[in-house]
């Protein structure tokens, strides 16, 4: 496939992007440039349920979206990871640094 689709939907607090294929190193530089646009003032939620891999390349971009939150005082979120992107988010071993969820009502009581 080596393709990624990005979907955007405002929440109340957070900006949901849809992600629909591979987040590798050839696909991601979309998907870079929104959370890092979004994390500086509001809450990420990555709908992760249809991804169908993700590379180290990938695992970065979210890792760094999740130190950047910090500093801006915002979260990144991980919703529905499939079954591609679980194993990829274990193997990590920083599994318990995301903030996994499974639906988008949980934003407002993760804060």
């Known amino acids: ?12 607090n957070y900006m949901l992007l849809e992600l629909v294929g591979d987040v ?8 870079e440039e929104k959370i890092y646009r979004y994390i500086i003032d509001t809450n990420v939620v990555l709908d992760m349920s249809t991804v169908s891999s993700i590379d180290s390349s990938g ?16 979260k990144m ?3 529905n990871p499939s079954d ?6 274990t193997r990590t071993g920083f599994w318990n640094t995301f903030n996994i969820i499974h639906s988008v009502t949980e934003v407002s009581d993760a804060m």
């Open 24 to 31: 590798n190193s050839y696909t991601i530089s979309e998907l």
């Open 77 to 79: 979120f991980i919703m």
């Open 59 to 74: 695992l970065g971009i979210i890792l760094a979206g999740i130190n950047d939150g910090e500093k801006f005082d915002t």
């Open 84 to 89: 591609a992107a679980h194993y990829a988010l």
């Open 1 to 12: 496939m080596n393709q990624l689709s990005l979907t955007e939907k405002i929440g109340p």
